[in-house]
């Protein structure tokens, strides 16, 4: 699990809010597939060929590319509860 999960929670209610986070399987799988088709919505985006035809285009292709990778993150920060290595950053 990611540091960033704990990050400002105190020593004493850490063990308690790392096992609520474990537990919530159920809302993290289903914000994981939100996410994630999110992502696949912004890829799909970019295979259209009028996108390529835009003044506009440079600064389209720096937003998908940082849509993409903030989505990115996100599916990282969830699929690194169930992760059973010690805490990462």
């Given at each position: 699990m990611k540091t960033i999960w704990t990050q400002g929670i105190s020593q004493a209610r850490k063990k308690e809010y790392v096992?609520?986070?474990k537990n919530s399987t159920i809302v993290l799988e289903r914000l994981e597939k939100i996410i994630s088709d999110y992502l696949e919505a912004v890829e799909l985006e970019d295979e259209h060929p009028e996108n390529y035809i835009t003044p506009e285009y440079p600064f389209r292709v720096a937003h998908q590319a940082g849509r993409r990778r903030?989505?990115?993150?996100?599916?990282?920060?969830?699929?690194?509860?169930?992760?059973?290595?010690?805490?990462?950053?």
């Open positions: 096992a609520t986070i903030e989505l990115k993150k996100m599916l990282t920060l969830i699929r690194s509860v169930h992760d059973d290595r010690p805490e990462s950053v």
